[in-house]
């Protein structure tokens, strides 16, 4: 069955990019959406935004201005870019393949975000 | 704040049956929308639990069920076993927002 990775920093420093790759370990990457989550330390679950293979994206309306996630199909993989980090952004962050339901979830990485 | 509602914490001792509610609103669970229940346990990423309202993936116990009414979910576990002791969430989606992923704050279950 599928796997997820996680990959990229885990220290990035106020006001600069936190970059995350979830490596996909079949092809299944033009089938399904592609999410990424997060969750700050001791709380809950927060959904960031998702792609297809086709480049459709959506965000959360509350980190819309500041995410980007793409998508490179032939590589199998999928990224993450979120701007202007603050404190807030350090959390635990996973990818997860949705069917009709987030069915496949990567590990997680903890990505902290101070100077 | 989260979009759904659900209580902190719930116990059961071994073999008891404990329920878990996740209340939306007429903009997300009171319209329709599908719910789907995850199971965290400590360190570990989530784990589909339920998906749409009181459906199993393979491999999930029949202790575990989900139902909905209304602008509210439940998640029943009967037949408590210490390994249930785990962090569950409830999720949806919200259509005021273009249909964007909602999660219940999550709830701490205790296996006495």
């Known amino acids: 069955h599928v796997q997820l990775r996680e990959s990229g920093p885990g220290l990035v420093k106020p006001s600069e990019t936190l970059s995350l790759t979830c490596n996909i370990s079949?092809?299944?990457?033009?089938?399904?959406?592609w999410h990424w989550l997060r969750q700050p330390p001791g709380k809950g679950l927060e959904w960031i935004g998702y792609?297809?293979?086709?480049?459709?994206?959506d965000y959360n309306p509350s980190l819309r201005s500041r995410v980007i996630i793409s998508v490179d199909s032939l590589n199998h993989h999928f990224s993450l870019h979120l701007t202007s980090v603050t404190a807030a952004d350090t959390a635990v962050y996973y990818c997860?393949?949705?069917?009709?339901?987030?069915?496949?979830w990567g590990q997680g990485t903890l990505v902290t975000v101070s100077s | 704040q989260s979009v759904l509602t659900q209580p902190p914490s719930v116990s059961g001792a071994p073999g008891q049956r404990v329920t878990i509610s996740c209340t939306g609103s007429?903009?997300?669970?009171?319209?329709?929308?599908?719910v789907h229940w995850y199971q965290q346990l400590p360190g570990t990423a989530p784990k589909l639990l339920i998906y749409v309202e009181n459906n199993r993936p393979s491999g999930v116990p029949d202790r575990f069920s989900g139902s909905k009414s209304g602008t509210s979910a439940s998640l029943a576990i009967t037949g408590l076993q210490a390994e249930d002791e785990a962090d569950y969430y409830c999720q949806s989606y919200d259509f005021r927002v273009n249909g964007a992923v909602v999660f219940g704050g999550g709830t701490r279950l205790t296996v006495l």
């Open positions: 997860a393949r949705k069917t009709v339901a987030f069915d496949t």
């Open positions: 079949d092809g299944s990457i033009s089938v399904y959406s």
């Open positions: 792609v297809y293979s086709t480049g459709k994206r």
């Open positions: 007429s903009s997300n669970i009171g319209a329709g929308a599908d």
